[in-house]
């Protein structure tokens, strides 16, 4: 994780060494972050990887196996992990990664069970975001603490609505073991673009917040960006050093 925060601040650095410089030093800038980002892209890979391919191997031996017709095991573990540490154009986190697991007496209502539980993850992982950028705003003296409990309030009112708008969800793992005693343990995740997630919740945050004023609008659509976002705070699996 400390290689990851050192690439993570060494092109937050170079970003802010771009602002006030000239056209030709803002393209120098530019170039410099993009070289940056490959570095930090390729670091991350580079674990997500390994760390795929140990989980995958630890699941073989639990008696897992993906459902015919999938991609096979450790290809669907890795790309679940990629997705956790991947990053758009100008380096910020790019989707949101629920996780689930649930066991059910057969795989029809283990798959509807986990995929209903995931949705609620992405939306709680979303709001949990949107919370660390409230709080930050708060202590940056962007807005009031009044300010921070209305928008609190309304992200949290609004949740249900988040995940009945989460559209085109992605699945990137799913596998299942049957028990011993015949129950089925199912393990999903499921990944969602982390720009259209920011937008449904502020959204729907809006329109609790109708009865507010026009100003507290305003600064929930500041708060509300990706760049603003605390580093892996996308997920709730974690990487292992």
């Known amino acids: 994780m400390k290689t990851l925060n050192y690439l993570l601040i060494a092109v937050l650095a170079v970003s802010l ?68 540490v991947d990053v758009n154009d100008l380096g910020y986190q790019a989707y949101i990664v629920g996780h689930a697991e649930v066991t059910a ?54 949740k249900g609505l988040v995940i009945a708008d989460l559209g085109q969800v992605s699945k990137e793992l799913e596998i299942y073991r049957t028990l011993p005693n015949k129950n089925v343990h199912l393990v999903l995740r499921l990944s969602y673009n982390a720009g259209t997630a920011l937008e449904a919740a502020r959204r729907r945050a809006q329109e609790k917040l109708e009865g507010e004023a026009q100003d507290l609008h305003k600064k929930l659509d500041n ?15 974690r990487f292992t050093d």
């Open 17 to 84: 060494a771009s602002c006030g410089a000239s056209k030709n030093g803002k393209a120098q800038a530019l170039n410099a972050r993009g070289a940056d980002r490959v570095v930090l892209v390729k670091e991350l890979n580079r674990k997500a990887i390994k760390q795929a391919r140990t989980e995958a191997k630890n699941l073989k031996k639990q008696g897992y196996q993906a459902f015919i017709g999938d991609l096979p095991m450790d290809r669907q573990v890795e790309n679940s992990l990629l997705k956790t």
């Open 105 to 158: 007496g057969n795989i029809t209502a283990a798959k509807s069970q986990a995929l209903q539980t995931a949705k609620v993850e992405i939306a709680s992982l979303t709001s949990s975001m949107i919370a660390s950028l409230v709080e930050s705003s708060v202590a940056n003296n962007e807005i009031t603490t009044e300010d921070a409990v209305s928008i609190n309030r309304s992200i949290e009112a609004s």
């Open 223 to 237: 708060i509300l960006k990706l760049d603003r976002l605390p580093a892996n705070s996308n997920t709730n699996i």
